[in-house]
């Protein structure tokens, strides 16, 4: 078996000689992969893939149309990729431009999970420093939404909002348009003037973008996954206004989608991934992937990769409705510096990770100078790695080296593509549905509920202004007790904001505090 191959038309090459793949484990795991490779044949020609959703899974259409189920989606996204194209020509050339000034010089993307976490990840990587500057608002803190207006100041006449959001309700991503627009309200500046919206046609999004007129719609279907979405607008919309070549881009998603469709798994790259990920884990993820990238315009990559590999493969349950209880880790953020923190740790610590080293050949555009005769500091960034890599060898761990000639976006779009399909080549391994987040959906509705406590909670104590009561007696008050330890936590945070009118007398323990109205 050969552990190493290079996929000349991807710019990637993979080694997975130190995963201990044995020929016993690729025989076992043949019959396996060769129904997961059929599994994927079936969701690229439009099977419902996600049945929990009752949703095809498309992304791979996104970057070979041609491939798509149908004349329809094929259509749907040359349209999009040429509007993308056009609108952002538009904006940098400012031939689009904003309502006070003569061109948009910063860009904000209002966005969370899948929405944010791709586009974060490409900018940082592939973004020329003279690009326009791109801001996230990727929560629903108050104090982060402040330190990006504090960063943009008087620029925001200048600046192009694009507010994604897949369903169009997701609640941090409203809230921070919200936010944005009494910005621009409050400098005098039409909020649609200014911003584009990134959503499934008919959401709530896009029925606002509508009515109010906002500068341009662009579409995302029910059949791309919020993180597998990079690909669509959501990932090139963004990347195009910063001037990074999406043709090259989906270029390379489409060269190394071409390697990942071959039905071979011992040279089909995210079929050897997967395999690894299987052998390292036992297939029930006991060990964590850390992703150790040698490149600072890479360090994103492990917190892109943790919510594609995590929230695609945590699920309690198979696809046959039996409890497992999978997933898979993920952590890591960049070499040498991760070897200053926990890599003491992978190296002498539990055997509970194998590593996912990422080196890039080239070091820098232009010439290195020499740190010491024939040495250079791109020399010793690699050399850190290959050490490392040895190190962790010699103590018994496993890892996998992917290496990238360049970062480039041919190659960035390899990069994610091969992961894309790793995970759900993974997914059929382990039998679960790689493609819907009930977890997710729980954490959503679950803060919409402690908001309604808190209507109820503000109405009782505005009905009795004069009372001081507990947390567990306000709870009782309006019929929560069952949430009484909630009711204290949103008195405590209610009293710390002055503009509330919510007043705490301090007592011991913490629970005796009592609470009332100004
Ligand atoms: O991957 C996913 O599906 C999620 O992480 C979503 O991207 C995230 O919840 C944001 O959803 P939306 O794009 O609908 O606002």
Redesign the pocket.
Same mark, same amino acid.
């Given at each position: 078996m050969i552990f190493h191959h290079r996929y000349n038309t991807t710019g990637l090459s993979l080694d997975v000689g130190l995963m201990r793949l044995t020929d016993g484990f690729i025989a076992e795991m043949t019959p396996r992969m060769n129904s997961a490779f059929e599994e994927m044949q079936a969701l690229e020609s439009g099977k419902i893939a996600n049945p929990d959703e009752n949703r095809m899974v498309g992304h791979y259409w996104l970057r070979a149309p041609r491939l798509s189920h149908t004349p329809q989606i094929r259509s749907a996204i040359e349209k999009s990729v040429a509007d993308i194209r056009s609108f952002a020509a538009d904006v940098r050339d400012g031939r689009t431009c904003p309502e006070k000034t003569d061109r948009f010089r910063r860009i904000i993307v209002v $966005? +969370? /999970? $899948? @929405?944010a976490l791709g586009p974060q990840f490409v900018s940082d990587a592939l973004a020329d420093v003279r690009a326009a500057p791109i801001h996230f608002f990727d929560n629903t803190d108050p104090d982060g939404f402040d330190r990006v207006f504090n960063v943009i100041g008087s620029e925001l006449s200048a600046t192009l909002a694009v507010i +994604? @959001? *897949?369903? $169009? /309700? !997701?609640r941090e !991503?409203h809230n921070g348009m919200i936010e944005l627009r009494h910005r621009y309200e409050s400098a005098g500046l039409s909020f649609p003037r200014h911003t584009v919206a990134i959503t499934c046609e008919g959401s709530a999004l896009d029925r606002r973008a509508i009515d109010e007129h906002w500068l341009r719609r662009f579409p995302i279907w029910d059949w791309v $996954? /919020?993180?597998v @979405?990079l690909t669509s607008a959501v990932g090139l919309l963004p990347a195009a206004i910063q001037g990074i070549d999406i043709d090259s881009f989906l270029a390379g998603a489409a060269a190394c989608d071409v390697c990942t469709r071959v039905p071979d798994l011992r040279s089909n790259p995210a079929a050897l991934l997967a395999l690894s990920w299987y052998s390292a884990g036992g297939g029930t993820g006991r060990r964590a992937m850390v992703v150790l990238p040698y490149k600072d315009r890479l360090m994103l990559f492990g917190r892109y990769l943790q %919510?594609l590999v995590m929230?695609s493969l945590g699920k309690s349950h198979d696809r046959s409705g039996r409890e497992v209880r999978q997933g898979l880790t993920v952590y890591g953020n960049k070499g040498s510096t991760d070897q200053h923190a926990y890599v003491q740790q992978l190296r002498d610590g539990p055997d509970d990770f194998f590593a996912t080293f990422l080196a890039v050949l080239r070091d820098r555009d232009g010439r290195s100078i020499e740190i010491e005769p024939d040495v250079t500091s791109g020399d010793y960034l690699h050399g850190f790695l290959l050490g490392t890599r040895r190190a962790l060898a010699d103590a018994g761990r496993r890892s996998l080296t992917i290496t990238l000639d360049e970062v480039s976006p041919r190659t960035v779009g390899a990069l994610i593509a091969l992961f894309e399909r790793a995970v759900g080549l993974y997914a059929s391994l382990v039998n679960v549905n790689a493609y819907h %987040?009930p977890g997710?959906e729980a954490g *959503?509705r679950a803060a919409d509920r402690v908001i309604e406590l808190q209507h109820r909670l503000f109405a009782a104590l505005r009905a009795d202004p004069s009372a001081r009561r507990t947390g567990i007696e306000w709870a009782a008050a309006i019929q929560a007790s069952d949430h009484a330890d909630d009711i204290h936590y949103l008195l405590c945070h209610l009293s710390a904001d002055p503009a509330r009118g919510v007043v705490r007398d301090p007592a011991a323990p913490p629970s005796a505090d009592r609470f009332g109205m100004k």
């Open positions: $966005g +969370i /999970g $899948g @929405s +994604i @959001s *897949k369903s $169009g /309700g !997701t !991503t $996954g /919020g993180r @979405s %919510q929230e %987040q997710v *959503k």
